[in-house]
């Protein structure tokens, strides 16, 4: 008489794809198209923020209270700009590295079909969000040569946990800081949008990203866990590091010394940052990924 026990690797085999297949089948009745969905056409109203104001780098500072309305609302549309360009900069290392990991599976597998899901989700939030800071009337804001050198050796080099978790802490920080400028009425209606598509559909990466960073560290011994642990947070640094380029200022018409020094100096911001990310931290904690180095690394980013 046949068992019908499945040994326990063909049953976690089981379980990803089921998940795989609800993932699809999530994108399939809600997903949405830029292209249609954001207002492109109607002229920038200047009336409006680009970010919820709270979340502005010098939001509390004495140098925020000397700016105007109008020079607060420039600034805050300079620092979204900014944020959607790092993501940019992010998600095309993210889809190397799902592309790189995903190269030589089963096509039929519904987890296959799930990662080139995903991708296809990044290439557009790519160019909404191109096209969301040249509505905001900024540049393509970059991180310095030596992060997109750094960026460069780690979508090459990363995989497994590594890999996956830095995709999730990319994607939890802009999470927690979209949901509240998509809900805010202050924030130009077409960032709002803009930031509901990529909450929807980021909330299924993230969901992917955890699990394959659960099922990566299984069977990961001491060593690969600390040295894993590091290389995600050096990966997170820089990441957040990036989010506000320090152009913006300029750009804003302020004085970029006296907005940096502010900005560094920011305690708001510094506490918005660690309360925002307690669930990540709590993620990464039960995967035994706060390590003593990477706990540094995450007190430094402000993080925790």
Not at 72 to 93: D, N, P
Not at 255 to 270: C, M, S
Request: charge should be neutral; charged fraction near 25%.
């Amino acid at each position: 008489m046949a068992s019908s026990t499945l040994r326990p690797e063909d049953q976690d085999r089981l379980d990803e794809q089921d998940v795989a297949r609800r993932l699809l089948d999530s994108s399939a009745k809600l997903s949405y198209d830029p292209v249609t969905e954001v207002d492109w056409d109607t002229p920038l109203d200047k009336d409006f923020h680009g970010a919820s104001p709270e979340w502005s780098t010098l939001y509390g500072t004495a140098y925020w209270n000397e700016l105007t309305d109008a020079q607060r609302k420039e600034l805050t549309r300079q620092e979204a700009a900014s944020v959607a360009s790092t993501g940019i900069w992010f998600e095309m290392i993210l889809q190397q590295m799902v592309l790189r990991d995903i190269y030589t599976t089963d096509a039929t597998d519904p987890r296959f079909q799930w990662a080139l899901t995903e991708i296809a989700d990044e290439c557009r939030h790519s160019i909404m969000f191109a096209r969301g800071a040249a509505k905001l009337g900024a540049p393509a804001y970059r991180p310095r040569r030596a992060v997109v050198e750094l960026g460069r050796a780690f979508k090459t080099l990363a995989f497994g946990e590594a890999a996956y978790a830095a995709i999730l802490v990319a994607e939890e920080v802009l999470d927690v800081m979209q949901r509240d400028w998509m809900r805010d009425d202050r924030v130009a209606p077409f960032v709002r949008t803009i930031n509901n598509i990529h909450v929807v559909e980021e909330s299924r990466h993230m969901k992917f990203a955890r699990d394959e960073t659960r099922k990566r560290l299984r069977n990961a011994g001491p060593l690969r866990r600390q040295l894993n642990a590091f290389v995600i947070a050096v990966a997170s640094y820089f990441i957040v590091t990036s989010m506000v380029n320090r152009q913006v200022y300029e750009n804003a018409g302020l004085d970029t010394r006296r907005a940096v020094a502010e900005a560094g100096a920011n305690e708001h911001h510094k506490s918005l940052m660690r309360s925002s990310c307690s669930g990540l931290m709590e993620f990464l904690a039960s995967a035994r990924l706060l390590t003593r180095p990477a706990l540094a690394l995450y007190k430094r980013a402000n993080l925790i």
